[in-house]
């Protein structure tokens, strides 16, 4: 009998990605997309969908009853820049949102959660290089905040109720499918839009800001690896460090030169520049590599590659459409 999922924030910038890949794996009839409006209507028309309110147990509860739903995928939150603008809007969502998901899994209406944390989960003594995956962790957004709390309530439904709960600490992810949704890192796709429609870029972190960063198909594949890996071989329950590559906003302005001579890009820190100071510059992720043999794929050259050649492909099918 096939697993049945549930994607809470299907319409998200991961939550899309990954429903397109779980349906792929598992059939789109086994995979339910949720969301609190059909903002996403490529998701929508795929396969099953459900209007979900994260915030809300009894609409979840309902939905994963009516589809008799084993596996959870929580991606709906309210990511760090967003949340600096709106701290109670982000602090509501993120963790009513886990109780809710924790609780049926602890009630045993569903068998395994899937919830992401983040590298805001680091904080400005946290060490900046290799950060380790036990550490000091004093995040300084409410984002940070939540995912911190977060990672210590599934270890606690793990231990103390046998919660069978998997997290990744993602890093700042890229894609070219989906727009960025309001997270400090999100230079890093916008950079690449505007290469091609401006020709160049006005950049809101400092030219030498280092981050950790992954390519869109790394952090689903991590992802899609976590949960189908045996129980026995997650050791960590709170949430492992993930990483790829680290980078920074010049060294991306010039992998991209290397394809558009003529780009240029300015900087103009703002409010964001302060998160990103927080943060770590690279990660130590050697447990994900050991415990369930995590190993990514795209380097700096390759998604400048992708993300320039995908991105020209759309805008010239939406010129053409738009004749």
Known sequence: MKSKILIIGACGQIGSELTFKLRELYGAENVIASDISYSNLDIVNSGI??????KNYASVKVCVEKYKID??????????????????????????????????????????VFWPSSI?????????????????????????????????WCEYYHNKYGVDVRSLRYPGIISWKTLPGGGTTDYAVEIYHKAIT??????????????????????????????????DNVKIRSSYNLAAIS????????????????????????????IANSWPKSIN???ARQDWKWKHQFNLK????????????????????SK
Not at 198 to 205: E, I, N, Q
Not at 210 to 231: C, E, H, N, S
Not at 259 to 273: E, S
Not at 308 to 319: M, P, R, T, V
């Open 49 to 54: 969908f459900e209007i979900v309110d994260a």
């Open 71 to 112: 596996t959870v995928y929580l991606m709906a939150a309210i990511l760090s820049a967003t949340g600096e603008k709106y701290p109670m809007k982000a602090w509501d969502l993120n963790m009513e949102s886990l109780f809710h998901v924790l609780n049926l899994a602890r009630a045993k209406f569903i068998k395994k």
């Open 120 to 152: 805001a989960v680091f904080g400005s003594t946290t060490p900046k290089e290799y950060t380790p995956q036990y550490t000091i962790m004093e995040p300084s957004t409410v984002y940070g905040i939540t995912k911190q709390v977060g990672e210590r």
């Open 198 to 231: 401006d020709g160049f870029y006005d950049c809101f972190l400092k030219e030498d800001t280092m981050l950790p960063m992954m390519f869109m198909d790394d952090a689903i594949k991590a992802t899609v690896d976590i949960m189908a890996t045996k129980k």
């Open 247 to 274: 980078f920074t906003p010049k060294e991306v302005a010039d992998s991209i030169k290397q394809h558009m001579p003529d780009f240029k890009m300015t900087y103009h820190p703002d409010y964001r520049q302060e």
């Open 285 to 287: 992720d050697s447990y």
């Open 302 to 321: 390759d998604i400048t590659q992708e993300m320039l050649f995908q991105l020209n492909k759309k805008y010239k099918a939406s010129i053409n459409e």
